[in-house]
T-cell receptor, first 114, second 113 residues
């Protein structure tokens, strides 16, 4: 079955550590996205990529980094520079561009700073 | 992109029809209206999309008046499993958009037995 796989489902990070969240899709989608969701809030865009080897900052990119070396993969690194990383992280993909139609989301990674 | 306004929460009972209205006064000519559903600790799921008039699928109906400044998501005969957050999004439906798709806080629908 086609879809998006995020791992791990739960992740604990110590202060000052970098952690990487995995996102893999087998939908042959060109575009991929990372969102952050805080309790009771909507989704905020961190980074997006419309094509391999290219990505753009979203609204809250500070303290995060991404890479897009393969079409299927769009990992997100939460660096120590991110002041408040505890949140629910969602990866999504779409056929192309940033259109609202056809977004497929993963099941998310819940990151907690301990 | 056009900003949307939805009620923060709604309550309903099983078997009732639920209508959630979204306001988008600044919708552009090439914008589509899309609704997503999100359960706790899961990613949002696409429900329905429309441009004007009425769209219906196996899950919901979407009503869009002629001026397109608002839209209404209609869920027929809701069940407990429809308890979720519903997001209304407005944006172009083609690749290469330079805008930012905004997921607001959505509408938290609680269905009671």
């Amino acid at each position: 079955d086609g879809g998006i796989t995020q791992s791990p489902k739960y992740l604990f990070r110590k202060e000052g550590q970098n952690v990487t969240l995995s996102c893999e899709q087998n939908l042959n989608h060109d575009a991929m996205y990372w969102y952050r969701q805080d309790p009771g809030q909507g989704l905020r865009l961190i980074y997006y990529s419309q094509i391999v080897n290219d990505f753009q900052k979203g609204d809250i990119a500070e303290g995060y980094s991404v890479s897009r070396e393969k079409k299927e993969s769009f990992p997100l690194t939460v660096t120590s520079a991110q002041k408040n990383p505890t949140a629910f992280y969602l990866c999504a993909s779409s056929i192309g561009g940033r259109e609202a139609y056809g977004y497929t989301f993963g099941s998310g990674t819940r990151l907690t700073v301990v | 992109l056009a900003k949307t306004t939805q009620p923060i929460s709604m309550d309903s009972y099983e078997g009732q029809e639920v209508n959630i209205t979204c306001s988008h006064n600044n919708i552009a000519t090439n914008d589509y209206i899309t609704w997503y559903q999100q359960f706790p600790s899961q990613g949002p799921r696409f429900i329905i999309q429309g441009y004007k008039t009425k769209v219906t699928n196996e899950v919901a109906s979407l009503f869009i008046p002629a001026d397109r400044k608002s839209s209404t998501l209609s869920l027929p005969r809701v069940s407990l499993s429809d308890t979720a957050v519903y997001y209304c999004l407005v944006g172009p439906n083609y690749g290469g958009s330079q805008g930012n798709l905004i997921f607001g806080k959505g509408t938290k629908l609680s269905v009671k037995p």
